[in-house]
């Protein structure tokens, strides 16, 4: 209001001199003076103090800008200062959540992985799958539940949940995932993981080595031998290595690099007496009749120093049945299939008990080729009850039922055996499936599918059929049994009998016998 009324005061003042009224009593003391001039000094004069208010009113305002960028930058560095400390409170926040979360997880992981390491690995499963329920984005919890089912050998299952729970470059994960894909037959997948972990650790192990060999066999065996070679090479005197090549020579029928490799053993390490065994092995599968007692001394040899290796009991008895079926005489052939019996009993009186279900399934082979079918019968039965979960024992009870002609028994036990069958047992359990239903009288256009299904078994691999030595016994209750029969399911056994024996070509037996339509293979009922 005071700078409102200067101003005022001078326009007035202007206002007064530039009417001509406020300076004219003045000229008689300055004469001569031009009206104008004076008046324009005086507003010169008023002019200055307006430009000196002026001048005075911009610096005011410019420092109340000044106070105000001043104030807005204060009120930025607040705001900015607020922001980081709410960020810092959500921070806290959720890292509070994600430990309440964490413990949490733990308290549903650590109980299951208590089981996990007292391999109750069926009740470690149950536990993680509740708790993968609760939190099912989890990784740790998707591993956990496929290593239960892992150990449980559910791989299937276990697949998918160990993939979600993989994290990238942790070997002991990539192998357990080469695992369980190699158990599900995804040798290539099994492959590239294990290579992996080569990659990851930058060294060559030979327990990587191994592992590796392991699924290489199954996709191109020269390639595994390449590589257990490698691992034999960084140490020779790992056994566990030279055994696994020497297995590995032995399914590729190289009987003599088989024979030197462990020979190579013994001589490096006398006491390494498993490498015996493993010659004993190849002399065997070479099947020379000049290495039978080189076998049996090196049986004797491994059995002094380790009486409970159950191939010593097995190599021994499988010798004597080979005997019997080369023999000319009954009475000799007896023989030699009671000292296979007494071998399987030593056996079984000196190994540990989780083998006693592989003897007691050679001992009822044995018993069939002394067409003694009853004893056959429970001596299998025996061993299927000690392992249900071991194909050669169902695959020796559906034969003891078969020649027994005990037709529906038969068949049950074969379908029973399928869940743990690879290549060879689901050609032997289909084809006792289907020629106990067609010795039970079932009619060959009902079997069709069982047949088909018995020719894509034998087409579906490369290797070698070869029946073994108790087929015989089988065989000839079947042949008796086509005889007998005046419809064309007789013809139809004797067909499989030939098919089985190489003697009837897979294309023929298709044709002949096999639906040419695709269908599942159906469950037995009775």
Not at 31 to 50: D, N
Not at 420 to 429: D, R, S
Request: glycine residues 6%; proline residues 3%; charged residues 20%.
């Amino acid at each position: 209001m005071q700078r409102l009324a200067y101003v005022l005061l001078i326009l007035g003042v202007l206002g007064t001199l530039g009417s001509g009224v406020g300076y004219a009593p003045l000229v008689q003391f300055i004469s001569g003076i031009p009206l104008t001039t004076l008046a324009l000094l005086a507003m010169l004069g008023c002019l200055s103090i307006l430009l000196v208010r002026v001048h005075r009113l911009e610096q005011t305002v410019a420092q109340m800008q000044g106070h105000s960028r001043t104030l807005h930058a204060q009120f930025q560095e607040t705001s900015a200062r607020l922001q980081a400390v709410t960020a810092e409170v959500q921070q806290g926040t959720q890292a509070l959540l994600d430990m309440q979360q964490a413990m949490a997880r733990s308290e549903w992981l650590w109980p299951g992985k208590l089981l996990l390491s007292q391999r109750r690995y069926d009740e470690a499963s149950k536990m993680f799958q509740e708790a993968l329920a609760r939190a099912p984005e989890h990784p740790s919890l998707h591993w956990a539940l496929g290593e239960a089912l892992c150990g449980a050998r559910r791989y299937a299952e276990a697949l998918p949940h160990v993939r979600a729970g993989l994290v990238a470059d942790d070997v002991t994960q990539l192998a357990l995932l080469a695992q369980c894909e190699q158990a599900l037959g995804h040798y290539t997948e099994a492959e590239t993981h294990l290579l992996r972990i080569l990659e990851v650790r930058g060294e060559t192990r030979q327990d990587d080595l191994m592992a590796l060999d392991m699924v290489q066999s199954e996709l191109e065996p020269t390639r595994a031998r390449h590589t257990l070679m490698r691992a034999l090479t960084l140490n020779p005197s790992n056994s566990a290595v030279r055994y696994q090549l020497i297995d590995l020579e032995l399914r590729l029928g190289a009987y003599e690099q088989a024979i030197e490799l462990a020979t190579e053993g013994v001589t490096r390490n006398p006491a390494d007496v498993s490498c015996c065994v493993s010659r004993a092995e190849a002399y065997f599968r070479r099947g020379r009749s000049e290495d039978e007692e080189r076998l049996l001394r090196d049986l004797a040899t491994a059995q002094a120093k380790n009486r409970k290796d159950y191939n010593i009991y097995r190599l021994r008895g499988a010798l004597y049945q080979r005997r019997a079926s080369r023999a000319r005489q009954t009475a000799e052939a007896h023989r030699f299939l009671h000292q296979a019996l007494e071998a399987y009993a030593e056996g079984i009186a000196a190994v540990p008990p989780k083998f006693h279900a592989h003897l007691l399934a050679l001992q009822s082979r044995v018993y069939l080729q002394l067409k003694r079918f009853d004893e056959a019968v429970a001596q299998a039965q025996r061993a299927v009850e000690h392992s249900p979960g071991h194909v050669s024992n169902h695959l020796a009870l559906a034969f003891a039922r078969l020649a027994a002609r005990q037709w529906y028994a038969a068949a049950q036990a074969a379908e029973r055996g399928m869940p743990w069958a690879g290549w060879g047992g689901k050609i032997w359990l289909t084809a006792i499936g289907m020629l106990a239903r067609a010795g039970a009288g079932d009619a060959p256009d009902t079997l069709r599918q069982r047949c088909a299904a018995l020719v894509d078994a034998l087409e579906a691999d490369a290797k070698r059929f070869t029946p073994s030595e108790s087929w015989g016994a089988v065989r000839d209750t079947l042949l008796a049994v086509a005889d007998q029969s005046t419809d064309s399911g007789g013809a139809l056994v004797l067909d499989t009998v030939a098919l089985l024996e190489g003697t009837v070509t897979p294309e023929d037996y298709r044709s002949k016998w096999a639906s040419t339509q695709e269908a599942p293979l159906p469950g037995i009922v009775f």
